[in-house]
């Protein structure tokens, strides 16, 4: 239900939505933080923000990495 939330009130559910400094996709990540932390931690091969299951996983990965810290 957390990650959901996070959908609605960032993209409205929409997986195409581009965030006014570039962020893209259901979790608005941008670009820089999805390739640094594929980079760091191979979460997925190709990088397409726009796809939803890639964007949720890195999205995820992101919020884990950030209630570890």
């Given at each position: ?8 009130q ?18 608005q ?41």
């Open positions: 239900l957390f990650v959901l939330s996070i959908i609605r960032e993209s409205r559910m929409n997986p195409v939505a581009i965030g006014s400094v570039g962020e893209i996709g259901l979790m990540i941008r670009p820089s933080t999805a390739k640094w932390l594929n980079e760091k931690h191979q979460i997925v091969g190709k990088i397409d923000l726009r796809n939803p299951i890639i964007n949720i996983k890195i999205g995820t990965f992101f919020l884990s990495t950030l209630r570890k810290s």
